[in-house]
């Protein structure tokens, strides 16, 4: 199942990316990723990634809903971050890689609140994703003051 995803993730062959086609799948396999770790993919996390998809990477509705709904097919099983947070490294430079964790925690936040798993995966992919404590915080409040504060209201960790 673990090639399975890093496969899909990574395109399906060695070829180099002459689109962003690997990052793509990338970024949308790990929105799943937080949208999932809680155990509970609602309809409000689906709806932002497929938003969030068609936002990043310039995409029609279809084509983002299609990207979402591979990813999640894809990530049935174990993913493994560290190749994920790999491939993203590749293909951006920091700023980029800050506003992948401001998708995520867009994603995360789209309940309206951070359970424990959630702030776990935030802290472990930042690190991966070599993006700061600060960063992501920064990231995080900047979400919030965008989609309101219903989050902080409901006690969530920083």
């Known amino acids: 199942?673990?090639?399975?995803?890093?496969?899909?993730?990574?395109?399906?062959?060695?070829?180099?990316?002459?689109?962003?086609?690997?990052?793509?799948?990338?970024?949308?396999?790990?929105?799943m990723e937080a949208a999932r770790v809680d155990d509970a993919l609602d309809e409000p996390e689906?709806?932002?990634?497929?938003?969030?998809?068609?936002?990043?990477?310039?995409l029609g509705p279809f084509e983002a809903a299609q990207l979402g709904t591979d990813a999640e097919r894809a990530s049935d099983g174990a993913v493994s971050w560290h190749a994920l947070t790999h491939t993203i490294r590749e293909h951006c430079d920091e700023p980029?890689?800050?506003?992948?964790?401001?998708?995520?925690?867009?994603?995360?936040?789209a309940d309206g609140k951070?359970?424990?798993?959630?702030?776990?995966?935030?802290?472990?992919?930042?690190?991966?994703?070599?993006v700061s404590d600060a960063d992501s915080g920064a990231a995080r409040r900047r979400?919030?003051?965008?989609?309101?504060?219903a989050a902080a209201a409901n006690g969530d960790p920083e």
């Open 143 to 149: 979400v919030l003051a965008r989609n309101g504060a």
């Open 46 to 58: 689906r709806e932002r990634i497929q938003a969030l998809l068609a936002w990043r990477f310039r």
């Open 1 to 31: 199942m673990l090639n399975h995803i890093l496969d899909w993730a990574r395109g399906g062959d060695a070829r180099p990316a002459l689109q962003d086609g690997t990052l793509r799948r990338a970024v949308a396999a790990l929105l």
């Open 96 to 109: 980029a890689r800050i506003r992948i964790v401001e998708m995520l925690w867009d994603v995360i936040l």
């Open 114 to 130: 951070v359970d424990g798993l959630e702030a776990n995966l935030m802290r472990r992919v930042a690190a991966l994703l070599f």
